[in-house]
């Protein structure tokens, strides 16, 4: 694919096609990583960081406030 190079500000800009973009969540903003070797730049989209429950939970400072009834309200939305 041939693009063209395109001043802004003081710099050179290049754009991504929208299907790479779609393909992989970016949008304005989004970070991206770029790797020179030689004469070739390389665009990558970088690894989204995976959470776990218990992870996130032991990080959970002690003495926040609870809610007895917690377990038993009613489902409101895709919590299942």
Known sequence: MLQTLRSVDSMLAVTIP??????????EGSLVVLRLEGKTLTVQVPARPRYRLNDLMAEMPDGLPTLDEWDDMPVVGLER
């Open 18 to 27: 929208k299907v790479f973009a779609d393909q992989n969540g970016l949008e």
